[in-house]
């Protein structure tokens, strides 16, 4: 069956197949095996039903799904996954993965460097929430029967992940710009037993970076420990075109205690493969046990020694070193010029917002995440038709999201509206794919198409 336009990447399976001879190349000393696959017909059919299945969902990989913070993983990264499939590593220990390991020791140690560290102890793990865990695990060490605070816009899974850890969690409220309140911070580390303060270094659902500069004169005189959950953010470190309050922040992130990044979210990796990095190696006595049944192959390091999962898909850590040895994370590079375009992307939506009557947008995006509310008499209308243009926008194919936020976040009064709840509905819109920026006019030709038809029928129902 051919497609009607190609709209998924092929090509590269081609190339594939040429790697899986050379890997089988290297296994040849072996008694032949004859393997064959087996049942082709019905691996055929049960395959088509998955490709069946997997339609209903959105185009995540086309420049019109602007929606939520997904994107396809580099091709890359997707056939050296595929191609580590054949061995099926796992990363808990040399024995089930050596040369994965390695390649993840590799990876990890340029993910460390990109942020300024020459030293680190870190591994891939399966996402931000896990990483998150094992920082915040660790300072539980530290700090034991102490608070972690977060600003009101951290990503959930850190009151949680306190909650599992037993340690208490506090949020602290966020400025107009949607970062960490630093006054509130200080007032409340006036108080006392706040271990542990959290600074997201791109939030989930504006990309507002807390300001670290601030941050780390605080913990000069309270000394905290500091932890950055750059899940989303973190690679925006390479990016040249950041705003200067941001720059700053990205500039001093070297100093900060723990530093969570997700190749899965922007480093173009499958999922399954979040990074925690420790400045300090010491705090690897901290993973200290004993296990009869592994680490008997070698004295050399195994991850399983320095991390909390145990089993670990090693082919996350062959297509991230894959993508990394064809990308490297410098500034000036493809990879950092993609980031480059991503917060362009952001920054000329923004643009037009701003000069459509019919919206209201709160700050300028930081990174390449942008909200706007429709502008209407009461705030309850705006998040009304807010929804209602997400739905309309969808049936022209353009998939945005919704984010509800603080009312604060906007300027009421300018706009001329009444505050009849404390939140507001807004569209959001994750650009990340770098192609977004191509796709910008398209974006928003259908964003006034779809705000024509809902402002049209809110006007008849008046
Ligand atoms: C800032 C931040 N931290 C943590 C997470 C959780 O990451 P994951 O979904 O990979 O577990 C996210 C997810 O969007 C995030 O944006």
Same mark, same amino acid.
């Given at each position: 069956?051919?497609?009607?336009?190609?709209?998924?990447?092929?090509?590269?399976?081609?190339?594939?197949?040429?790697?899986?001879?050379?890997?089988?190349?290297?296994?040849?000393?072996?008694?032949? *095996?004859?393997?064959?696959?087996?049942?082709?017909? %019905?691996?055929?059919?049960?395959?088509?039903?998955? $490709?069946?299945?997997?339609?209903?969902?959105?185009?995540?990989?086309?420049?019109?799904?602007?929606?939520? @913070?997904?994107?396809?993983?580099?091709?890359?990264?997707?056939?050296?996954?595929? *191609?580590?499939?054949?061995?099926?590593?796992?990363?808990?220990?040399?024995?089930?993965?050596?040369?994965?390991?390695? @390649?993840?020791? #590799?990876?990890?140690?340029?993910?460390?460097?990109?942020?300024?560290? &020459?030293?680190?102890?870190?591994?891939?793990?399966?996402?931000?929430?896990?990483?998150?865990?094992?920082?915040?695990?660790?300072?539980?060490? !530290?700090?034991?029967?102490?608070?972690?605070?977060?600003?009101?816009?951290?990503?959930?899974?850190? %009151?949680?992940?306190?909650?599992? *850890?037993?340690?208490?969690?506090?949020?602290?409220?966020?400025?107009?710009?949607?970062?960490?309140?630093?006054?509130?911070?200080?007032?409340?580390?006036?108080?006392?037993? !706040?271990?542990?303060?959290?600074?997201?270094?791109?939030?989930?659902?504006?990309?507002?970076?807390?300001?670290?500069? &601030?941050?780390?004169?605080?913990?000069?005189?309270?000394?905290?420990?500091?932890?950055?959950?750059?899940?989303?953010?973190?690679?925006?470190?390479?990016?040249?075109?950041?705003? #200067?309050?941001?720059?700053?922040?990205?500039?001093?992130?070297?100093?900060?205690? %723990?530093?969570?990044? +997700?190749?899965?979210?922007h480093g173009l990796q499958p999922y399954g493969c979040g990074c925690v990095l420790f400045r300090d190696p010491a705090v690897g006595s901290f993973y200290k046990h004993d296990s009869p049944y592994t680490y008997f192959s070698s004295s050399e390091l195994h991850l399983g020694e320095i991390s909390l999962e145990c089993s670990r898909p090693g082919a996350a850590a062959v297509g991230l070193w894959a993508t990394q040895r064809l990308l490297p994370?410098?500034?000036?590079? #493809?990879?950092?010029? @993609?980031?480059?375009?991503?917060?362009?992307?952001?920054?000329?939506?923004? &643009?037009?917002?701003?000069? &459509?009557?019919?919206?209201?947008?709160?700050?300028?995006?930081?990174?390449?995440?942008?909200?706007? =509310? $429709?502008?209407?008499?009461?705030? %309850?209308?705006?998040? #009304?038709?807010?929804?209602?243009?997400?739905?309309?926008? $969808?049936?022209? +194919?353009?998939?945005?999201? *919704? $984010?509800?936020?603080?009312?604060?976040?906007?300027?009421? =009064?300018?706009?001329?509206?009444?505050?009849?709840?404390?939140?507001?509905?807004?569209?959001?819109?994750?650009? @990340?794919?770098?192609?977004?920026?191509?796709?910008?006019?398209?974006?928003?030709?259908?964003?006034?198409?779809?705000?024509?038809?809902?402002?049209?029928?809110?006007?008849?129902?008046?």
């Open positions: 069956m051919r497609s009607l336009s190609p709209m998924l990447e092929k090509d590269s399976l081609r190339l594939l197949r040429d790697a899986l001879d050379k890997l089988e190349a290297g296994f040849a000393p072996l008694p032949p *095996l004859g393997t064959s696959l087996p049942d082709e017909g %019905s691996v055929a059919r049960v395959l088509l039903e998955v $490709a069946g299945r997997l339609q209903d969902n959105y185009p995540y990989f086309h420049p019109l799904y602007a929606g939520q @913070m997904l994107k396809p993983p580099h091709p890359v990264a997707r056939l050296a996954y595929m *191609l580590a499939m054949w061995i099926n590593p796992n990363n808990h220990a040399l024995d089930g993965g050596r040369a994965s390991s390695q @390649m993840e020791k #590799e990876a990890v140690a340029d993910i460390a460097r990109m942020f300024g560290w &020459e030293t680190h102890l870190g591994h891939l793990c399966g996402g931000g929430t896990m990483a998150n865990l094992e920082a915040l695990w660790v300072t539980g060490q !530290i700090h034991p029967g102490s608070t972690v605070v977060a600003s009101q816009q951290a990503h959930y899974t850190h %009151s949680r992940i306190s909650a599992v *850890l037993g340690l208490a969690f506090e949020s602290i409220p966020c400025d107009r710009c949607g970062r960490m309140d630093v006054q509130v911070l200080q007032q409340r580390l006036d108080q006392g037993g !706040i271990g542990t303060v959290v600074a997201t270094i791109g939030t989930t659902a504006t990309g507002a970076v807390d300001p670290l500069p &601030e941050l780390l004169e605080l913990r000069h005189r309270y000394s905290f420990r500091l932890h950055a959950d750059a899940a989303y953010g973190g690679y925006f470190v390479l990016s040249d075109n950041l705003g #200067e309050e941001t720059q700053r922040t990205y500039a001093c992130l070297d100093e900060v205690d %723990s530093i969570v990044v +997700d190749p899965h979210k994370l410098v500034r000036g590079g #493809e990879f950092a010029s @993609m980031l480059q375009d991503t917060r362009l992307a952001a920054l000329k939506l923004f &643009e037009k917002l701003q000069k &459509e009557p019919r919206f209201m947008t709160a700050f300028p995006p930081e990174l390449d995440i942008v909200v706007w =509310a $429709a502008r209407l008499a009461r705030v %309850s209308q705006a998040s #009304e038709i807010a929804r209602a243009i997400f739905t309309e926008a $969808a049936r022209y +194919d353009l998939h945005l999201a *919704l $984010a509800e936020l603080p009312v604060d976040f906007f300027d009421l =009064a300018a706009a001329g509206m009444e505050r009849d709840r404390d939140t507001i509905t807004c569209l959001r819109s994750v650009l @990340m794919k770098p192609e977004h920026l191509a796709w910008i006019e398209r974006i928003w030709e259908l964003l006034v198409k779809a705000t024509d038809t809902v402002w049209q029928q809110h006007k008849a129902g008046d």
